[in-house]
Each structure stands twice: as structure tokens, then as C-alpha cells.
């Protein structure tokens, strides 16, 4: 939450202009613009959830979600 709420409440605030910035330089081979940051860092978050349920499958826990 500590570390989630920052960008949750930056992304419900961002006007469109803020959105369609260009993302930091960094970034920018992943995501061109700030809109595409915001939508990666969330889809990431989704591949590790599945990846943990792969692992979990493997040794064999319960299903969880």
C-alpha cells in the first residue's frame, strides 16, 4: 500500500496532458508515454501474481485465486 498509493493517487489525478507526456527517458524503451507507464507497472503486477500461482501449483498448494 505504502508503495502502491503514490502512483494510484497520481494516476486519479493526472490531467490528459500529464497522461500523454513522454514517459521519464529511462523508461521509454518499455513505455512511450506516462499513460503507457502506469498501464505496465499494473500489468507487471498482474504477471507476478500468476507467476506465484504457477510455483504454488508446482508444489502442489491449493489454488488460491
Known amino acids: 500500500e505504502k508503495a ?3 502512483s494510484a493517487a497520481f494516476a ?3 490531467t ?3 497522461l500523454d507526456a513522454a ?8 513505455a512511450a508515454t506516462v499513460a503507457d507507464l502506469l498501464i505496465l507497472v499494473s500489468v507487471y503486477t498482474a504477471m507476478q ?3 506465484f500461482q504457477v510455483l504454488r501449483r508446482k508444489l502442489g498448494k491449493p489454488v488460491l485465486f
Open 4 to 6: 502502491r498509493a503514490p
Open 12 to 14: 486519479a489525478a493526472a
Open 16 to 18: 490528459p496532458a500529464q
Open 23 to 30: 514517459a521519464p527517458e529511462g523508461a521509454r524503451r518499455l
Open 49 to 51: 501474481v500468476g507467476q
